[in-house]
């Protein structure tokens, strides 16, 4: 038995390689196609547009190809409304929801595309009928926010994906994202990219999303991540409780005990420190209060508190601790940083595997986002999640962060 | 101002290299000694005992210089009890508290050493007057279990530190411990060690934890493991919901939808049918629901539930779901690690930083210890943490599970 | 001024991702195009026509886009001859010389399309006009290797080059290809697809070259390969002196001072044995006459000269010796490693960065090549050049070839 | 059978870990030993003396174990003069020749302790009798300079070694080098400390080397590098051919092409121009041809022919062309490296493993080292020699010489 459906793509397809990336699609899965209609843009402002029947084996096989299809940007030529089904308990969903990308997507209910509210990857997507003035609503659900009853959408009828396309040219604000990793590319201009654009995030009053690894404080770059967030570059900061005792720790001990942290010299007896920082803020009653008593007097908690840069910090079962601040529940502390991660304009994933993955899993494909990190792999890994304003840099945060606070404070143009 | 201390130093403290350290630690942290006495150890079985005055600057530093040869293993000359003092909060503790290493440590309580139970680094020492019986006990205690009012252990008085000697011979126990990371050894000459070891502790009816990374199902080691667990080789198991997900989505999908996992072909739309594969266990009601149901019919979670394998599987932040099997607080689910390494006579870290180093941490220094990672720079992380009886292998995870399986089933000695 | 020239592609564009990468290099250098006709395969099999008018500022950027269109396998729309210039001096180029891929090339001499010996990346092309039956020949030549007056090609025109197409459907006989390079692909189902494809090689009186390191000893890999070499599945061994005389030593040294080598007990005074194993060598007269006196009795150059299979030792700046039979001169090494590239049909690259690099400068992409390494950088370095029949496994050498031993000579079909 | 012989140590042996090592090397090596005398150092400004005699089943263990206890420091009690035996032919070494350390080295003829001239590691020791003023002299000879007839010391009698001591405390020169390779420590702090080194050895008049990897012009460092030789803080190089070629196409094509090297766009067609470059060079007659001729202007190499500072290329199997200035052949090239090694007072290894290693296995354990690479892997091999005065940093090239050349050129003291 041989089904088919007709799928149309439009945009630059061939430039983007979409086009190319269907085709491997429909044959890579078994099936196969004719193509029908196929007008290209003869110059590089015009849009490409192709029809073509898909063809399978059986329905399973069509509906498969027609999910990866989907999530191209191709959609099916006779638009129909988007099958919804309810949610058969909390926590569950029907057996052939759909599953979301990233990119921006739009779901026909009653013969109208609705935009996804809060693109994200891996969700459900839940229709809100009952809305106050009576238009439906769509949104991103992740599994464990499923309620039973919940309207999902499944199959990939009447859904829409809009990827991101591939900028034809740089045009000023981010353009160095098409690079992609490289460890080959000249550094410090790299650096000064990336300020520019955090200045121009910060001209528009977008926000800034720092998302900090302990690697920070131990390489050095705490005091010039410190003056950034005095001087208003960074709007919220995302990190786990490690991050943060090791910041505090620098300020509660950094001086008292008579060594000098600049000196190279490292303290023996390091740990007991970090475990009686955790005691002395548990003491306090947390870190706004540590503040307040005078505790502590800099560092980058300290610039947090005091110039109300929202943090969520984040547990992890290898804690020591933890703080009082943070939230040992992982579902609870996913939700915060979902939170975080939808007001993002641009994220800066410095030096942390673990709290980056968490971020991007909830970011768009449109957030901007920069990860700096030394090694390779990890950079690799972050940037792979199909972003299009994404760029890597494998460096030394220790080194990265004076010199972009130098780029930042001491070149504000 | 000058303070001094008299301290002594026991055993075969030249050729492990605990004499040099002591000395090199009141050197560089600005002391001196006089050495009152020394005898030597003639021949490699006598032991060589060392009395010397630790001299300083200041009571601070004195006190500082004490703790680090504390924990080498030296005492005080003239035994005095230890001094405690009460918790000011809970999860407060006193200043000067004892941070413990994961060694053999012992207290003196009313004149009388006490061993400590349950050694794990970084913690606190209660000591509990109470007991039944009349006597005091002595345990250690993470911050957040620190109760106001708990009798901690404050300075260096009064605690003696017997840290693990580097074992003077092979003693064809464990021998190859000493060797400490290297991809270059003959690797099939240590997975026979290992082998030999596993065999060595079951046959004692010790307890074998295996800690897994979801890199074990990707590169193709699941089966192995699965056959290891159902052969009584491991005897309970840490990972995190990744894993269990990864597993379970091979049994739930493996074959169901006609893709042929051992063939290579990277099904399309996998993150669909994780998310689903969750989907399904909440459904069902958990994992050994899912089992009794016969839906899960093979793999290593199938073979932990049919052989009453205890398991524990710890939430993170970068989780999909989670499974309702998985403890969602970091702070319960290090208490669950916790009980699991205690029990544990030998771990198999496969393949995981994070669940590695949350089970290390709870880790006396005496438990044997083997990490097998494709990753240099894990490897070396998780061994770095003062065991005497730990071994390293940079490999792939998806030839060494083979490889030990063939060795432990195939030639069963 | 706008200049322009008509370009033609055909083949499978589409699918392969030609087509998207020509569009993108057109505008990426600044350059526009006009579509004059596009026949899309409408099935599978069918292969797509496109012509294009390609558009730049300049005659040197028209020039330099057509350089990389040619590279895709664009030709010009009327071909012309090849310009051929001579080379004004030994070991010196004409300015617009043509550099070459490693892809199938070929050059238009008196009106004739010639097919270019020996493909070869970054190479001047040489037309030999005095063939001896009087039709011209066109040959790969290095830049150390121009002699004066040379008859060099220049520009783009005249030249196609026929990039391999990625395969559509896996063809059985080296399918895994289209992986490339990936840590998450079970190992053991890939060893065994690497055993297929050393079978059907050695079926077909094809030709194995292994490029070994030294890790290949260290790790306990050297048996299994010695035993590959013995049973004919290696035909030719391209290595440094290092690999060598760690081979040599184990022969010379691994039991005859009593050390045990399995016994994973490191002998101290290493690198005197490695110094002397070179002396005894050199005494000898070179590795064949030590084991025509049987002094090697066994090991990977043992079987290779017992066996008669060639083998290129070329010397480093970090060698100790060197052995008589390396090469020491980089140029003279590089003609011997292009003899053994030449000959190859399947390369297997085993733990050598520098070696493995030096081989796949000479190899054209036609060439079937197995990069093994622990380290992914070093897999995805040596994978990066183009093949289209390449595939990288991160592993450890001293499992995997004891694994691909027992693969070809327990299972030998 | 038991075979003894006494061994003498002296020096502040318990806190340098050298007299566990000697205990634990007996042990390790199946020896004995019984401690005849100890005077241990009571205060950190006395040294310790401990003379024990060493007994081993056969003369052969005997042997072995002390020639490891030689390389500690350790000497026999009762000196006698080295056993010398000429070499029975060029290129080969006695049986039982000892192979250096590259710590300072003493041997003993004619009853006189002789300084080693050039301590290098794996090399044998040549005695020279026939000095124009009469008294011997004893240098460290490579395997392949070895001549029949030369005078080889053998067996371990008679030399003495005296590796490095640690430094008791911090004395202001190199005060970091005992910290080792880190990426934890404060990065911008290292980075001044390495900049006071450059400039004490300037001020001293000794000599730096920097050995340089291709990364350097790729990630960003190449003008800041150009800086610190202008300025006089390089005064010698050593490379590879592939380096020298980056470096100089900058310059070639850097702006001529219209290819802004600063604004991160890659040209495409880079190959081209890297043989293109050769070529040009080699048609011009060298380096310092192109130099005086105007075609250089600028970058590493430019300011090397401009300053005089000597440099060295080495070639390599990966090379292209090469240029007219490599040294093709590895053994020229490791001898023109060893003068190099020799002069230097400072190394500074940048980013290469190859010619780094090559530099370091020449080096004495004397000579200050600091190695920079963002790979932890090589930073840690490189470090791995004996060396007391080596410091690590594992960092991103193209950062750090900018910020070395500011701190160097800016704060000039």
Redesign the interface.
Known sequence: MTVSQTVELEGHI????T??AC???????GG????DA?E?????HEETYCRMRVLADSE?DLR?IL??LNQQGATVADPRDAVLEPA??????P?D?Y?TTNHPTFVRVDGEWLAVENAE??C?LVVDRADDDGTPRVHTT???AIEAGDLVVTGETGIRVEPPE?P???DGSFG?MQ?GVS?????????E?IADEMRSVRDDDGSVLAVCGP?IV????RNALADLVRAGYVDSLSAGNGFAVHDLERDLYGTS?GVD??????P??G??H???T???I??LGGIPAAVAEGVVEEGVMYECVDNDVSYVL?????????LPDTI????E??DA?REQAREADLVLMLSTL??A??VG?CLPSTTKTVCVD????TVTQLLDRGSAQAVGM???I???L??LRDELLEHPN
């Open positions: 061939i430039d983007s390689g086009m190319g085709f491997a699609i429909v044959m890579d899965m196969e196609f004719d193509v196929f290209v843009g003869r110059h590089k399973a498969a999910h990866e058969p308990a909390d926590q569950v969903v057996v929801f599953s990857m891996d459900a992740v599994l464990n591939r034809r040219e740089a160095f690079g460890s080959e590319r000249p550094s410090t201009s790299l650096i990219e690697a131990h390489a050095g770059g005990l942290t600049e000196s190279l010299e490292h023996r007896s740990h007991k970090h475990i009686y955790i005691s002395e548990v003491r984040a547990g992890s079962i290898r804690d020591d601790g933890p040992t529940d992982a579902v502390a996913q940083i673990l709290h993955v968490a899993n030394i090694n390779p792999a494998v460096t030394d220790g080194t990265f004076p010199m």
